[in-house]
């Protein structure tokens, strides 16, 4: 199982920020990548910066018959088809796509890390993940997904919510 997390907190010229997620869907779509669940849309406030504008996210499972390299390769050259400008680190982003899990994988190179070495801290991965895969467990630590939930704060657990948008995909 190979798992994507998608997010967007600025507009763009393919509109908001649930139209952001929708295109880039489409778009891993036409690089080949066999979507096979996504969960609903969730929203969260900005990390670190509070201020900056709330993420809409999303957890995809994907087939991918190649590497992860050649994987993360798409998935920037998706985000760049999307307009994302990397300026500072954690700044709004009209697209941000990261690779989560990879069939289980460990593997930590330059420039790729996996699993995504944040995941079992961020709300926005767990909860969507835990609604489309209840059984996942961490390929590195080995604690089941809702046990990571769990070690949640409360006030992350609390600080997110389902969106009602429907995630219906652009053709």
């Known amino acids: 199982m190979i798992l994507l997390a998608i997010g967007s907190n600025l507009e763009s010229k393919f509109g908001n ?36 504008p709330r993420f809409i996210n999303i957890i995809v499972s994907i087939k991918f018959n190649s590497s992860p390299d050649l994987l993360l390769k798409k998935i920037l050259l998706i985000e760049k088809k999307m307009h994302r ?4 680190k954690n700044a709004p982003r009209t697209c941000d796509i990261d690779i989560i899990d990879f069939e289980g994988k460990v593997i930590n190179k330059k420039n790729i890390v996996l699993p995504h070495p944040k995941a079992h801290k961020r709300n926005f991965v767990l909860i969507p993940l835990f609604e489309i895969y209840p059984d996942w467990i ?11 939930i769990k070690n949640l704060s409360i006030k992350l657990r609390n600080e ?12």
């Open 138 to 148: 961490h390929p590195i630590t080995n604690k089941k997904i809702h046990i990571l």
């Open 160 to 171: 997110i919510t389902r969106s009602k948008e429907s995630v219906i995909l652009i053709q």
């Open 17 to 52: 920020r649930f139209d952001n997620i929708k295109k880039a869907i489409y778009l891993l779509k036409k690089e080949k990548i066999k979507v096979i669940k996504i969960s609903n849309f969730y929203e969260t406030p900005s990390y670190p910066n509070f201020k900056d």
């Open 85 to 88: 400008i990397r300026t500072i």
